[in-house]
T-cell receptor
């Protein structure tokens, strides 16, 4: 089954404790990205990757890192999480060229 | 600047009513894509439709229909005979053709929460 898998689905952590949210897709998509969803703001792009070893900032990259060592995986790293990073995070993947984006199930992160 | 506006923050209807969700977009490009996604209470994003800027035909899928009007930069979504299961947040989104590194980026509206009462 074609899917994008994020883990964990829910995470509560403390300020400053490094964490990683994993994202994996099985559709051989070149393009992967991370979005955060906040009330009243919709979804905003954090980082994206055009292919292996090619990543770039989206609209709200501050406080986040990503890596793309393999085509299928695109982890989101919060080196020192802060409460303002409490949000619902989505990973998405697609073929390059504005085709339908496949979204993961979402990760609800709370930083206290 | 590219922007998607969903002016309706919340809509409440009674089951079997028809409801239209509005979406207005701004873009400099002549080639672009428009999308609607549904986010049920469980939180996942469900793809509903993609429309490219050269195809202004209205689309109907069961109880769902979409009205795309380039003249008013709108891509409205109508649910006919609404049901409780339609209760969700609905997002309209805009995607533009590749430009430098900005390919495939989706620009989302702020969403409309639809509550269908039994």
């Amino acid at each position: 089954e074609a899917q994008v898998t994020q883990n964990p689905r829910y995470l509560i952590t403390v300020t400053g404790k490094k964490l990683t949210v994993t994202c994996s897709q099985n559709m051989n998509h070149e393009y992967m990205s991370w979005y955060r969803q906040d009330p009243g703001l919709g979804l905003r792009q954090i980082y994206y990757s055009m292919n292996v070893e090619v990543t770039d900032k989206g609209d709200v990259p501050e406080g986040y890192k990503v890596s793309r060592k393999e085509k299928r995986n695109f982890p989101l790293i919060l080196e020192s999480p802060s409460p303002n990073q409490t949000s619902l995070y989505f990973c998405a993947s697609s073929f390059v060229g504005n085709t339908e984006a496949f979204f993961g199930q979402g990760t609800r992160l709370t930083v206290v | 600047a590219q922007k998607v506006t969903q002016a309706q923050t919340e809509i409440s209807v009674v089951e079997k009513e028809d409801v239209t969700l509005d979406c207005v977009y701004e873009t400099r490009d002549t080639t672009y894509y428009l999308f609607w996604y549904k986010q049920p209470p469980s939180g996942e994003l469900v793809f509903l439709i993609r429309r490219n800027s050269f195809d202004e035909q209205n689309e109907i899928s069961g109880r769902y229909s979409w009205n795309f009007q380039k003249s008013t930069s709108s891509f409205n979504f109508t649910i006919t005979a609404s049901q409780v299961v339609d209760s969700a947040v609905y997002f309209c989104a805009l995607s533009e053709p590749p430009r430098g590194g900005a390919t495939n980026k989706l620009i989302f509206g702020t969403g409309t929460l639809l509550a269908v009462q039994p």
